[in-house]
Every structure is written in structure tokens, then in C-alpha cells.
């Protein structure tokens, strides 16, 4: 079965800096593309940022583009999102999910728990 | 500006069938494939509906996808209790390049 396991969020300070990481397993991880969507609590879901296979395409949404960085690791299996510049309104939960194929027209096909990030003086 | 616009709100009685929309443009549901996901509360996202009418294992036959031009339909017939969820749709969009969401269909099954 696919898994996919997160951690790294937690509460900080605005303007500050955070990494979120992603562990997959039970699939060949390096064959999917792999995105980041957030949703603050009692609110929709946002896609936040996706990296195909191989790193070949990488894609952010406006709101964090600039700020946040994904990456990958394929030999350990592990999505990252790098968060800079933090604001309040970052303040969500962030899923990393697989995608169905390598990257463009694949969506998301299983989804990691959630991960809370709380940014707040 | 691409976005993929939901109800709301939906709401049935159980053994009754429900419909939610997810109106669109040629971009994104004209053209790719439409996912839909359950979201209950305080869970992860979960895949039931993926390339526009295909059901993952596990999931119910009772629920159902279709598509039409640039609009898309999650149909749970049957509906039971355990339904009672958020539902979104999401499609890959051509213009941006990248995934858009609904902004999702709260169900209560009465």
C-alpha cells in the first residue's frame, strides 16, 4: 500500500523559515510526480507546488512562488518543501500527495496526513 | 482566470441519490481528466473518482463520475450516512499549468 509520511511543521515566528519532508513508500517513488497542497482549517484546499518526475517540471502557485521551494530526493524517497519568509497567512495544514503519472494532466492519487503549520508571533 | 466552481453545499436523505457539479473551461475539464476526493473530518484528502469516471479499489460503486464539455458530476446514489463529507474536484489546467481545485461541496445526509 502507498504511504506517505510527513513531518517538520510546528509553530514560528513570521518572516522565519521552515522545511517540511514527505517520506513515501510501497510504490517506486522517482516514477511520480509529487505536489504540495495546503488548507487552512475550515477552508478549502489549495495546491501550493508540484515536481515531476525527475525534477523535470516544477510549478508553484503564485501565492508562495518566490518563498517556497520544492525538491525531491529520490534515492530516499522524500518530497521537501522549503518555506521562507513565512506569513500568517501560511498558517495551514500542508499534504503531500503522489500523482497518478509523471506530471502535466496526473493529479493526486493518495495524500500524506496533514501537516500543521502554524505562523505566529 | 482558471477556477472550477462548486455548490456549496449539497444535502439528501439516505437511499436517495445526490449529485454535485463542477463547472469548469475548455482548459481544464474541456480537456483533462477530472479527480474527485472525500474529505471527512479532520482526515486527509481521498481519492474516489479518478480520470473523470474511474473508481479506485475500495471505493463504493456507488459512487460515479461523469463529464460533459466543461462540466463534471460526482453522483452517490444510495446515499448512507458515512457519505456525509466535503467533496472536491480537481483537473490538471493547460492555461497555468498547473492543478486547480474546487472549492468543494459540504454533503449532509439528513
Known amino acids: 500500500d502507498v504511504q506517505l509520511v510527513g513531518s517538520g511543521g510546528g509553530l514560528v515566528q513570521p518572516g522565519r523559515s521552515l522545511r517540511l519532508s514527505c517520506v513515501g513508500s510501497?510504490?517506486?517513488?522517482?516514477?511520480?510526480?509529487m505536489h504540495w497542497v495546503r488548507q487552512v482549517p475550515g477552508k478549502g484546499l489549495e495546491w501550493v507546488s508540484g515536481i515531476g518526475w525527475r525534477s523535470g517540471n516544477i510549478d508553484y502557485a503564485d501565492s508562495v512562488k518566490g518563498r517556497f521551494t520544492i525538491s525531491r530526493d529520490d534515492s530516499e524517497n522524500t518530497l521537501y518543501l522549503q518555506m521562507n519568509s513565512l506569513r500568517a497567512g501560511d498558517t495551514a495544514f500542508y499534504y503531500c500527495?503522489?500523482?497518478?503519472?509523471?506530471?502535466?494532466?496526473?493529479?493526486?492519487?493518495?495524500w500524506g496526513q496533514g501537516i500543521l503549520v502554524t505562523v505566529s508571533s | 482566470q482558471s477556477v472550477l466552481t462548486q455548490p456549496p453545499s449539497a444535502s439528501g436523505i439516505p437511499g436517495q441519490s445526490i449529485t454535485i457539479s463542477c463547472s469548469g473551461s475548455n482548459s481544464n475539464i474541456g480537456t483533462n481528466y477530472v479527480y474527485w476526493y472525500q474529505q471527512l473530518p479532520e482526515t486527509a484528502p481521498k481519492l474516489v473518482i479518478y480520470r473523470g469516471h474511474q473508481r479506485p479499489s475500495g471505493v463504493p460503486d456507488r459512487f460515479s463520475g461523469s463529464k460533459s464539455g466543461t462540466s463534471a458530476s460526482l453522483t452517490i446514489s444510495d446515499l448512507r450516512p458515512e457519505d456525509e463529507a466535503d467533496y472536491f474536484c480537481a483537473a490538471w489546467d493547460d492555461g497555468v499549468h498547473t492543478p486547480l481545485i474546487g472549492g468543494g461541496t459540504k454533503l449532509t445526509v439528513l
Open positions: 500527495a503522489k500523482a497518478e503519472g509523471s506530471y502535466s494532466g496526473y493529479l493526486f492519487d493518495s
Open positions: 510501497g510504490f517506486t517513488f522517482g516514477d511520480y510526480a
